[in-house]
């Protein structure tokens, strides 16, 4: 297993009692973190989820390889719409592997950027299309129902845009990623020729990463997805194991649900010293948040349970939330997520200025810094009674980043069991997307139009 999971920080002999967890209490719940790896086993057996699977996908990988490998050179920008788990995938794998965006590389046929348009917010929509080259564009569209809204009019946008560029070569320049039993955007795409990629039907948005919606921008984008799959390939079988020592998703799974549930700490900070790993918690937050926060258990009965996610970035939030999470409500739990090894441990020089609080870091490290600013945080919030744990991973590549989204989603899986929830809907998103259908006019959601200038005239009161 090439992610560690350190959950010393979450036992009581460190937080004290009313905070952390006892040796019995642990000892005492692995039956029940047996039974939720069991009962997901299970469902996957009868093909409910489909996402451990995907890393063991060898021809559709390949499929995907060969395809960018064929169309590389003829563009500079990879251009995705979508959003939700229809983009924070691709963000994530993009800015671990190539960089945080605005500081990677420059940019070329051989090593195309990645532009997201996840947002309806007109002034990025154009500000982005005013930074690429129609006709060095490569544009994904990403939507498993293949109507989202917003992915569907940002779309409509850019479809225009690369028209006016590329006329009857447009088709050439779109790849639609999308279901393919169904939706509107399967069926444009049939019928104007895109070059289309299928999502299974049993994986859902949020856990999509590892299908062609994380892998056709990230290959396109000139990151070696195989290094990816493989990484994630090797750590399922890990994932699978009741071995709690050998398990980290389930082992961090049953940690985080008895320090939520037992000891209320209803906010988890998911707290990356990598600024690699920034998009990734920007995934996880969706993970966590979409796939926990629900109002009815798999019985029926209401429970609304959720923990709510939060990232944060070392160092940099050390100077703008630790002031919270120090002396603020004790309802946290921090997960540190440290890198082991940097490529360039970045060198700090060592001339001497004569200055106390210059000369003592000369030859030393930022990625000693970075270290020490961790652990120290760890220690700090330990002393101030907040439970927090880390986990590690040697370094930030394609294989442990590949290794590390798995775990994340096989994690949440086993959290949902463990909360009797269904993990892998989101009912309570439709309303608010079926309100926005009824305002914009679209057929069949007059209902919602009506119930909206319902709820205006209450406010109206
Ligand atoms: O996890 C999910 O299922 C959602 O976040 C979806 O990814 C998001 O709503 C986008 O859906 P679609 O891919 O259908 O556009």
């Known amino acids: 297993m090439s992610i560690h999971f350190d959950d010393t920080n979450l036992l009581a002999r460190m937080v004290g009692e009313a905070h952390g967890l006892t040796p019995d209490e642990i000892n005492q719940s692995k039956p029940v973190a047996l039974e939720a ?21 060898t021809k559709g990988i390949q499929e995907i390889v060969r395809y960018a490998s064929d169309v590389r050179g003829s563009f500079d920008s990879v251009c995705l719409v979508g959003i939700g788990g229809s983009a924070l995938g691709a963000w994530a794998i993009d ?7 605005p500081v990677q590389a420059p940019f070329s046929t051989q090593s195309p950027r990645l532009v997201i348009l996840d947002n309806v917010d007109p002034s990025y929509v154009s500000l982005a299309l005013d930074s690429m080259n129609p006709k060095k564009t490569m544009v994904v569209v990403t939507a498993k129902s293949g109507s989202t809204a917003e992915t569907i009019a940002t779309f ?10 590329m006329a009857r070569k447009t088709p050439q320049r779109i790849i639609a990623v999308t279901s393919e039993a169904r939706g509107d955007l399967k069926a444009l795409a049939s019928a104007e020729g895109y070059r289309t990629f299928h999502i299974p039907e049993n994986v859902g948005g949020r856990f999509s990463v590892l299908s062609p919606v994380g892998l056709v921008p990230a290959a396109l984008a000139g990151i070696d997805i195989r290094k990816l799959c493989r990484g994630a390939a090797n750590v399922t079988h890990f ?20 320090i939520w549930t037992r000891r209320n700490k209803s906010i988890q900070v998911a707290f990356p010293y990598s600024n690699r790993l920034w998009g990734t918690a920007f995934w996880f937050r969706q993970l966590w948040a979409e796939s ?34 120090m002396e603020g409500p004790n309802d946290k739990v921090f997960t540190f997520w440290e890198v082991k090894k940097f490529k360039n ?24 810094l970075l270290d020490a600013e961790r652990r120290s945080t760890a220690a700090a919030l330990t002393s101030a009674q907040r439970p927090n744990c880390t986990f590690s991973l040697d370094q930030v590549d394609e294989e442990n980043l590949g290794a590390f989204l798995q775990v994340l989603e096989f994690e949440t899986a086993f959290m949902g069991e463990l909360l009797n929830i269904n993990a892998f809907d989101q009912e ?7 309100f926005t259908f009824g305002l914009m006019g679209r057929k069949g959601y007059e209902e919602y139009e009506q119930s909206f200038a319902d709820y205006e005239q209450k406010r109206l009161g």
């Not at 994932?239 to 008895?258: F, Y």
């Not at 309570?428 to 079926?434: A, I, N, P, S």
């Open 428 to 434: 309570g998103v439709e309303l608010g997307k079926k």
């Open 292 to 325: 926990l926060g629900k109002a009815r258990n798999r019985q029926g009965e209401t429970v609304q349970v959720g923990q709510t996610p939060v990232a944060a970035l070392g160092t940099t939030d050390q100077h703008s939330q630790v002031q919270l999470y």
């Open 37 to 57: 790896l069991e009962s997901f086993r299970k469902a996957c057996d009868e093909g409910l989820y489909g996402f451990p699977h995907l890393p063991f996908q």
């Open 345 to 368: 441990p970045g060198r700090i020089p060592k001339g001497r200025t004569g200055y106390e609080s210059f000369d003592y870091l000369g030859g030393q490290t930022l990625a000693k």
């Open 95 to 101: 800015c671990a592997i190539r960089g945080p965006h």
């Open 239 to 258: 994932c699978w194991q009741p071995d709690l020592e050998q398990n980290v998703a389930l082992r961090s799974a049953l940690m985080h649900w008895l």
């Open 156 to 165: 409509l946008i850019v479809r225009e845009w690369l028209t006016k560029a």
